[in-house]
């Protein structure tokens, strides 16, 4: 049996439109990563020091981020921010795919930015009892990023 509701609460709905704050919010964050990123590249430059693990693995993840957001873009324009009840068939799917696709560039990004910080950590502290500590840190989040996957397959 499919919902209906009246045709005063559709239109409302159909006004609650908040794909605008996505861009807002997107564009802000994007915009900091990538000043951050260059920033620091710079300094590494500036110090003449060569690009390690660390550096390599938060380019990956701002690409990532990036992707991300592009098809934040894309799915605004197919429903992301709209009441469910008020796409249209066709823009649900697209809604639905926007939504898959964002949850795994997501958690990619958060894994490459997480292991950034890691090997981060690792070349600053060379204690092999710290390094441990962050070796299991590694494992464990990880670990999360493949269990979120694992459920996301269940959903989907």
Same mark, same amino acid.
């Given at each position: 049996?499919? %919902?209906?509701?009246?045709?005063?609460?559709?239109?409302?709905?159909?006004?609650? !439109? !908040?794909?605008?704050?996505?861009?807002?919010?997107?564009?802000?964050?994007?915009?900091?990563?990538?000043?951050?990123?260059?920033?620091?590249?710079?300094?590494?430059?500036?110090?003449?020091?060569?690009?390690?693990?660390?550096?390599?693995?938060?380019?990956?993840?701002?690409?990532?981020?990036? *992707?991300?957001?592009?098809?934040? %873009?894309?799915?605004?324009?197919?429903?992301?921010?709209?009441?469910?009840?008020?796409?249209? $068939? /066709?823009?649900?799917?697209?809604?639905?795919?926007? /939504?898959?696709?964002?949850?795994?560039?997501?958690?990619?990004?958060?894994? %490459?930015?997480?292991?950034?910080?890691?090997?981060?950590?690792?070349?600053?502290?060379?204690? $092999?009892?710290?390094?441990?500590? *962050?070796?299991?840190?590694?494992?464990?989040? !990880?670990?999360?990023?493949? %269990?979120? /996957?694992?459920?996301?397959?269940?959903?989907?």
């Amino acid at each position: 049996m499919a %919902a209906t509701i009246d045709p005063e609460t559709y239109m409302f709905l159909k006004s609650q !439109n !908040n794909g605008y704050r996505t861009y807002i919010a997107v564009g802000f964050t994007i915009g900091i990563t990538c000043i951050a990123i260059v920033l620091r590249l710079l300094a590494r430059k500036v110090q003449k020091l060569a690009l390690g693990w660390d550096d390599y693995t938060i380019i990956l993840g701002a690409i990532l981020t990036i *992707v991300t957001a592009g098809v934040w %873009a894309w799915g605004v324009e197919r429903g992301i921010g709209r009441h469910l009840f008020t796409l249209e $068939p /066709d823009e649900i799917i697209d809604y639905f795919k926007a /939504d898959f696709i964002i949850y795994q560039t997501h958690g990619l990004a958060l894994t %490459a930015i997480k292991i950034s910080v890691l090997a981060f950590y690792i070349r600053i502290f060379d204690t $092999p009892q710290f390094r441990l500590r *962050v070796y299991l840190v590694g494992v464990l989040s !990880n670990q999360e990023g493949l %269990a979120r /996957d694992a459920s996301l397959r269940t959903l989907y």
